[in-house]
C-alpha cells in the first residue's frame, strides 16, 4: 500500500475524465445566438460571385441575401452585417452612392425587413470605402489626407439613409472623431429613436483586412493606408479612450476589430465598461483559419469552434464572423 503523501493533494483531471463532467463545470458557453453573420451584397438576380481570397464566402445579389437571411433565421443567427460591392461606375471621389436612397445596401435592407420583419436584426456599416474611387473611408484632401469634419457629416447622411430603409443598428466602422455622437442626434431628429449605434470603438489599422477589400472591391482602388484614422496596433490604454469616448457619444455597444490578436483588448474594455462589447472576426481570420485546414494543418470545424469559444472566454458579448452559418450548424449537431 501507498503512503498517502505520495497522492496529489487534488486532481484536476477528475473533472475532465467524462462528457458529463466536463459539460457540468464548463465556464462558457457559445449559442448561435452569439453570432453576427457579415454578408456581402453584389448587383444582379439569381447571382453567387465566390470570393478567392475567401474560400467558402460569396457576394450574392438582393434577391440571394434574403434567402442567407432566411437561413440565418432557420439557424437562430440574429442578426447579419450587410456590406455592398458598388459597381465601378457608381464609385466616386466623394462617395455620393453612399446616400442614394437606392443604393445597393438600402434595396437590400428593403428586401430583408420586406420578407422577415423584426425575425432578425440588419447591421450596416457607416463608412466611405466601398462608394469611393480611393477605397479611403472618408473625405479626403488635395494630398489625399482623409479630413474629419467634412467626413463626418457626410457619414450622418449615410447613416440616416440606411435607417431610413429599415436598418436596425448603424455600425460606424470609419474611426472619425465625433462621428457617433453626430449620428445619434441625427437619428433622434430624424424619429429613428430605437435604431441602435454598434461602434467600430477599438478598429486597428491592420493587415488583416486584405479578403474583406477584395469583396467590396476597394483593394485595387486603396493607395497607400489608413494609419491616420484607424489604430496603431501597438496601443491599449487609447482603446480604452476610443471606448470611452463612444459610448459618451451614445454607443449602445462597441466592438473591438481584429479579433483574436485583440482579446487582451476585449477583456480590458468587458472588466472596465458596462456596454456590451463585440468583436469582429475579420476577412484575413477566417481565410487564415481555412488555408490551415486547406493543408490538413487543423481540422477546420474544431477550429472554428475553439477561436469563438476564446471570443466568449474574453468576454465578448457575441462575435461577427464569416463562419457564422458553418458554425450555427456545428453548435446544432
Ligand atoms: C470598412 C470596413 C473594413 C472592414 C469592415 N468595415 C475594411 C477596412 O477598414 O479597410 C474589414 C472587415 C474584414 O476584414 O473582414 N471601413
Known sequence: MSDISSFPNS??????????????????????????????????????????????????????????????????????????????????EDGAEAFNPDNLMCRAIRAIKQAHGDKIGVLTDVALDPYTTHGQDGLI???????NDDTVAVLVDQAINQANAGADIIAPSDMMDGRVGAIRKALEMNEHHNVQIMSYAAKYASAFYGPFRDAVGSRGLLKGNKKCYQMDPANTDEAMREVAMDIAEGA?????????????????????????????????????IEAAAAVGAGDRDALVLETLMAFKRAGCSGILTYHAAVAARLLRA
Open 11 to 92: 486532481r484536476l483531471r477528475r473533472t475532465r475524465v467524462t462528457g458529463w463532467s466536463r459539460a457540468m463545470v464548463r465556464e462558457n458557453m457559445l449559442s448561435p445566438a452569439d453570432l453576427i453573420w457579415p454578408l456581402f451584397v453584389t448587383e444582379g438576380e439569381g447571382v453567387e460571385e465566390p470570393i478567392a481570397t475567401l474560400p467558402g464566402v460569396s457576394r450574392w445579389s438582393v434577391d440571394q441575401i434574403v434567402l442567407r437571411a432566411a437561413e440565418a433565421i432557420e439557424l437562430g443567427i440574429p442578426c447579419i452585417a450587410l456590406f455592398p460591392n458598388t459597381q465601378a461606375d457608381r464609385r466616386t
Open 141 to 147: 484632401d488635395e494630398d489625399g489626407y482623409v479630413v
Open 252 to 288: 449602445d455597444s462597441v466592438m473591438v476589430k481584429p479579433g483574436l490578436p485583440y482579446l487582451d483588448i476585449v477583456r480590458r474594455v468587458r472588466e472596465r465598461f458596462d456596454i456590451p462589447v463585440f468583436a469582429y472576426q475579420v476577412s484575413g481570420e477566417y481565410a487564415m
